[in-house]
Nanobody, 115 residues
C-alpha cells in the first residue's frame, strides 16, 4: 500500500515559479517510477513529467525547459520545480506511481497562474 500526498500548489503570477512536492508513505518511494500529471477544467488529464527509480526523466513538450522533476529518496519525495509559469499551466497537479498494480494517485494540488 502506497499513499501519496502532493503539496506546494497555489496562486502565482505569469512568469513566476512554484515547487510541488509528492511525498510517499507506506512503502519507500525510491523503488517506484513516479509521474506528475495535471488536469485543467474541461480537459483530459495529461502527463507532465516522469522520473524513474534510476533518475531518468521524461517531459511533455509543453513544459520542456521550464519544469524540472527530481527526487530525494532520503525524504521519500519527488519534486516538480515549475518556472516561467503561464496561464495555460493552471490545473490540478497529481502525482502517481507508474507501472504498478494498482496505480496509486495523490489527491492533487491546485496551481493557478493568473495576474
Amino acid at each position: 500500500q502506497v499513499q501519496l500526498v502532493e503539496s506546494g500548489g497555489g496562486l502565482v503570477q505569469p512568469g513566476g515559479s512554484l515547487r510541488l512536492s509528492c511525498t510517499g508513505s507506506g512503502r519507500f518511494l525510491v523503488i517506484y517510477t513516479i509521474g506528475w500529471y495535471r488536469q485543467a477544467p474541461g480537459k483530459q488529464r495529461e502527463m507532465v513529467a516522469i522520473i524513474t527509480n534510476g533518475g531518468s526523466t521524461i517531459y511533455a513538450d509543453s513544459v520542456k525547459g521550464r519544469f524540472t522533476i527530481s527526487r530525494d529518496n532520503a525524504k521519500n519525495t519527488v519534486y516538480l520545480q515549475m518556472s516561467s509559469l503561464k496561464p495555460d499551466d493552471t490545473a490540478v497537479y497529481y502525482c502517481r506511481t507508474e507501472a504498478t498494480k494498482p496505480t496509486y494517485w495523490g489527491q492533487g494540488t491546485q496551481v493557478t497562474v493568473s495576474s
